[in-house]
C-alpha cells in the first residue's frame, strides 16, 4: 500500500476522533448492542438454544443508519470548500483519494465492530456455543460495513452537499434492505427470489450463522469494487469539464 494511501486513511480515521460524532456513535452502538445481548441472555434461560443471529441482524441495521453520517462528508465537504483540487496537486491519483478516504471510513466502522468482541468473550467463557457461526456473521458484519461504506463514498463524491450525500447513502442502503423482504414476501415467485439476491442483505443472511458461500463473498467484494471504482470515474469526469 503507497505512503499516500497510508497517509490520506490514518488522516480520516483521525478526524473522526477529533469530533462528538465519533463518540456519539461509538456510545450508542455500545448501548444498543449490550442491551439486546443482556436480552438475548435473558430469554436463553427460557430457551434451550442460545442464537446470537438477532444480535448481527440487528446489528446489519444499525449499519445501515450510522453510515450514512459516516461518510457523507468524505468527498462533498472536499468539494464544497474547495479543497479537493488540492488533493490531485500533491499530486494523488484518483484511485488513491478513493481507496484512501474508503479504507479511512472503513476502519472507523470495523472499530465499531470490534468493540463488540466482548459477545463472543463471555459467549465462549460461559456458555457452551459453536465458534463458526459467531466468527461468520462477525465476517458478514465486516463485508456490509465495506459495502455501505463503498455506496456512501460514492454518494459522497457525486454531490458538494453531505447533507444530499447522507440522504443518498441511507435512501439506497435502505432500498437494497427493502429488496430482500421481495423473497419472503412471496417465496414462490421466480422475479423476486432473483430481484432479492440484487440486496445486500439477502447475502448477508446467507452467511449469517457461518455458512460462508463463495456466491456471496464475491458479491460482496463485486459490489465494493464496482462503487469505488465509479467513484474513481466522477472524480476523472472534473478532468472533462
Avoid at 29 to 49: A, H, R
Avoid at 58 to 72: D, E, G, K, R, S
Avoid at 91 to 110: D, H, N, R, S, Y
Wanted: aromatic letters at 18%; charged letters at 10%.
Amino acid at each position: 500500500m503507497s505512503s499516500s494511501i497510508t497517509y490520506l486513511f490514518s488522516k480520516e480515521l483521525r478526524s473522526y476522533f477529533t469530533s462528538w460524532l465519533a463518540y456519539v456513535l461509538l456510545a450508542g452502538w455500545l448501548f444498543i448492542t449490550g442491551y439486546i445481548f443482556v436480552l438475548l441472555i435473558v430469554s436463553s434461560t427460557m430457551m434451550p438454544n442460545f442464537n446470537l443471529s438477532p444480535l448481527f441482524s440487528n446489528m446489519m441495521v444499525f449499519v445501515l443508519f450510522i453510515t450514512p453520517l459516516v461518510t457523507m462528508r468524505l468527498l462533498s465537504e472536499e468539494k464544497r470548500e474547495g479543497t479537493i483540487e488540492m488533493l490531485f496537486t500533491a499530486p494523488l491519483t484518483e484511485w488513491q483519494v478513493t481507496l484512501g478516504k474508503f479504507i479511512g471510513a472503513f476502519l472507523f466502522m470495523a472499530i465499531l465492530v470490534a468493540c463488540t468482541l466482548y459477545v463472543p468473550f463471555f459467549t465462549f467463557r460461559y456458555g457452551s456455543v459453536d465458534g463458526g457461526p459467531i466468527w461468520g456473521s462477525y465476517l458478514a458484519l465486516l463485508f456490509i460495513c465495506g459495502s455501505a461504506v463503498s455506496f456512501g463514498v460514492f454518494c459522497s463524491s457525486i454531490t458538494d452537499s453531505q447533507v444530499v450525500a447522507g440522504f443518498l447513502t441511507f435512501g439506497g442502503l435502505l432500498g437494497s434492505w427493502i429488496l430482500s423482504w421481495l423473497q419472503q414476501v412471496a417465496p414462490d415467485n421466480k422475479w423476486a427470489s432473483l430481484v432479492s439476491q440484487l440486496s445486500l442483505y439477502s447475502h448477508f443472511q446467507g452467511m449469517l450463522g457461518g455458512a460462508l458461500d463463495t456466491k456471496d463473498i464475491l458479491f460482496f467484494l463485486t459490489f465494493i469494487f464496482f462503487f469505488l471504482y465509479a467513484t474513481v470515474r466522477i472524480l476523472e469526469s472534473r478532468k472533462w469539464r
